[in-house]
């Protein structure tokens, strides 16, 4: 085969393989710039979270909508759409002066931008690439994605301390750039079939998801069962019976998601085309397999999330010394995800996973027992042993969910994965947030009623005040905040010890919940489909 004949048959991989870049680099590359933006945007560590959450939320609840265009508009189409307004989105993010400008640009249309690429990737390369060709391209698309999870925090790193964190954005606006100026050799298909929209499972779709992961959000400031304060629409205050909204929120939300699953079954019986088809859930293995790679992405969104905040928070590192303290780490997730590949000639797909969530365990277990006011950075490299088992975890778990269906259901079955991977980014970094935020509220409140140097009529105030002012802020961050204060030097010590401590009890209860998820996806493997993928 000639060089000019190569190239031809294999653009279309390096073009798709570009774009699943960008989309899993848009994952991790903001997670060692949130120091960095929080003091450019003039916002908090959980405005941050709220955008990171969002992006996974609004991508999740457009993921099974793309899909289902594909088959209304075309595959190169929706793809092209796609990727367009993700590169707006981008674009956008990269001009952003507040919290709320990034938002819109990442969060809402980078993440929409992506729920109409990522379901197409796939298809493309199912209509170009068949037997040996497919699966080589299938490979490659999953080495992109895990380079890009690896290099994103190094690569931001980098350009945050040295340049700026927008410049991150505007490589991904040139990469899109590059996709649509070569887009010719992306292959035009016809829609398959003309069926009309799901506009009912659309909508109940993005309600359901949506309400679920913003209840998540909004337990910090509201409460998650008492009501630390009313939500307000107006002059209307909300707070039925002294209750926080988040119960009622949460509740309604998963109601609207039950809906959606019974009136899914009602267009399969029908013979119509809905967002899914409820009987893959039949499918032995694949509700484990889907429920196994949820508290998979969520731990890891969860983990790189706080250990990057722990970095900056506690030791004040700079975006670029975050990076490459979590290089060892991306490493061994890189290298073990191409590894694990080829360990699935000889073991069934399921030990692998188990294997790797245990070593994700141990090595959550030692970052846990390392964490203390005395750690230092290169203590943290133990982390290496949860990269290993991650990289483990990623090298099977989507093969064996892919593998459990027919070749028929394939593209419907990549759909609902990829809705479920970013549900459980959104809701794993949803999570850890809210828990840290409220273990470092928690702990100042018990240091106010137990100290005698706060009189005892003062103490109410102080606590209705720290539930609403208090957030995770760096050492030098509180130092300013206490000099604009007219406390004494004596008293300012006193509170910058108290909060070092209940801050490093906070991320320690965050590594807890990461053990959690960690036992939980454990205990989900049992039910794997019990197949050797090699």
């Known amino acids: 085969m000639s060089i000019k004949t190569a190239m031809k048959k294999w653009i279309l991989l390096v073009l798709l393989a570009m774009s699943m870049f960008v989309v899993v680099l848009d994952t991790t590359v903001m997670n060692v710039s949130i120091s960095a933006l929080v003091a450019d945007l003039g916002t908090t560590v959980t405005g941050i979270q709220s955008a990171i959450s969002l992006y996974a939320l609004v991508m999740a609840s457009f993921m099974l909508i793309g899909s289902t265009l594909a088959d209304r508009w075309g595959k190169k189409r929706t793809f092209l759409i796609g990727i367009g307004i993700f590169g707006v989105g981008t674009f956008s993010a990269s001009l952003s002066t507040s919290l709320v400008t990034l938002i819109l640009g990442w969060s809402v249309l980078e993440g929409l931008g992506s729920a109409l690429m990522v379901p197409n990737i796939q298809n493309l390369l199912r209509d170009r690439y068949s037997g040996k060709d497919l699966a080589f391209a299938y490979g490659i698309i999953s080495a992109v994605s895990a380079v890009g999870a690896a290099l994103g925090p190094i690569l931001g790193g980098y350009l945050t301390t040295f340049h700026s964190w927008r410049w991150a954005f505007r490589l991904e606006v040139l990469v899109v750039i590059i996709v649509l100026v070569l887009s010719q050799y992306i292959p035009s298909s016809r829609p398959r079939q003309p069926a009309r929209f799901d506009w009912l499972g659309a909508i109940l779709s993005i309600l359901g998801l949506s309400t679920v992961v913003l209840s998540i959000l909004m337990a910090q400031p509201y409460g998650f069962w008492i009501a630390k304060q009313p939500l307000m629409i107006g002059a209307l205050a909300i707070a039925p019976l002294g209750l926080s909204v988040v119960p009622f929120m949460l509740g309604g939300g998963i109601v609207i998601l039950m809906l959606l699953v019974l009136w899914e079954r009602h267009l399969e019986r029908q013979g119509n085309v809905g967002l899914f088809k409820p009987s893959l859930f039949l499918t032995q293995g694949l509700p484990s397999g889907?429920?196994?790679?949820?508290?998979?992405?969520?731990?890891?969104?969860?983990?790189?999330?706080?250990?990057?905040?722990?970095?900056?928070?506690?030791?004040?590192f700079t975006a670029m010394q975050t990076g490459l303290a979590l290089l060892p780490l991306s490493i061994a997730i890189l290298i073990f995800a191409i590894a694990g590949a080829q360990l699935s000639a000889r073991f069934r797909a399921k030990r692998i996973i188990q294997v790797g969530y245990v070593l994700v365990i141990l090595g959550l277990i030692?970052?846990?027992?390392?964490?203390?006011?005395?750690?230092?950075?290169?203590?943290?490299?133990?982390?290496?042993?949860?990269?290993?088992?991650?990289?483990?975890?990623?090298?099977?778990?989507?093969?064996?969910?892919?593998s459990t269906v027919d070749e028929a259901d394939t593209t419907a079955t990549a759909g609902l994965n990829a809705t479920f991977e970013q549900?459980?980014?959104?809701?794993?970094?949803?999570?850890?947030?809210?828990?840290?935020?409220?273990?470092?509220?928690?702990?100042?409140?018990?240091?106010?009623?137990?100290?005698?140097?706060?009189?005892?009529?003062?103490?109410?105030?102080?606590?209705?005040?720290?539930q609403t002012r208090v957030q995770l802020v760096s050492d030098t961050q509180l130092a300013q905040a206490l000099d604009q204060t007219t406390i004494t030097p004596e008293l300012s010590e006193q509170v910058e010890l108290a909060y070092r401590t209940e801050r490093l009890r906070a991320f320690r209860s965050g590594m807890v919940f990461l053990v959690f998820l960690a036992l939980v996806g454990l205990v989900l493997t049992p039910g794997l489909p019990n197949l050797k993928l090699g």
């Open 290 to 316: 889907f429920a196994v790679r949820i508290a998979h992405m969520g731990l890891m969104a969860a983990f790189f999330f706080i250990v990057p905040l722990l970095l900056q928070l506690t030791f004040e």
């Open 366 to 402: 030692q970052l846990l027992a390392t964490v203390r006011i005395e750690t230092t950075p290169s203590q943290l490299a133990q982390g290496i042993i949860f990269g290993i088992g991650s990289g483990l975890i990623a090298s099977q778990i989507l093969n064996l969910i892919l």
């Open 423 to 466: 549900l459980g980014n959104a809701i794993g970094v949803a999570l850890v947030g809210t828990i840290m935020v409220g273990t470092l509220i928690g702990g100042l409140q018990q240091r106010v009623m137990a100290s005698p140097d706060i009189p005892a009529e003062a103490r109410p105030a102080i606590i209705a005040s720290l």
